[in-house]
């Protein structure tokens, strides 16, 4: 089972203390300009249980109430991947410094969770691996001793993180521990975003359950 963004973001990584930005879910043109009137300058996300949202056109900036409702209007009357979208994300626009992706799901061929890292972020993973393979940090996990902080910092230890580098780290000891908890095949977040503030935030959230869970 698919969850759309806003329930993975508000059901998964918040109870989990992964940072998200402010966002409010709306149904209607009317609500998402009175959503970016209390918030500011948003990003306006179609929400619906698949993946390319933004080269559908089902992801638009609106710096104004009018833009919002403007921008609402027209995602509302989309269908994106044979989902009619009935709701949109309306999420704080944040200032990014750079981009990285961060993920748990189940290796296969080891039979085993498996934590990806990657500072090619706001790509494909399939892209990244074709195109830059050594971009890509893989741990493949032993589900006796678990994945923590300590085994985090070793993953990404050499990267260029700087001052990112330890909140990197606890947000993939978090995801490893939403992974196990909630019996999920796969959490991933594309854009794991560092801030010009410093903060490390998910910009997005793909959560898959396990069906037999």
Known sequence: MNLEEYAAKHHVLVPAGVPTPEGRVCKTPEEASAAVTAIGPSVIKAQVPTGKRGKSGGIKIAKTADEAASAARDILSMSIGGHRVSQVLVEQLCPIERELYAAVLIDVASRAPLVLFSTEGGMDIEEVAE???????????????????????AMLKGLPLGSAAGAVGEVLAKLYAIFQDKDAELVEINPLAVLKDGRVVALDCKFVLDDSS
């Open 131 to 153: 195109k830059h393979p050594d971009a890509i940090r893989k741990h493949v996990v032993d589900i006796h001793k678990g994945f923590g902080t300590a085994d985090a910092a």
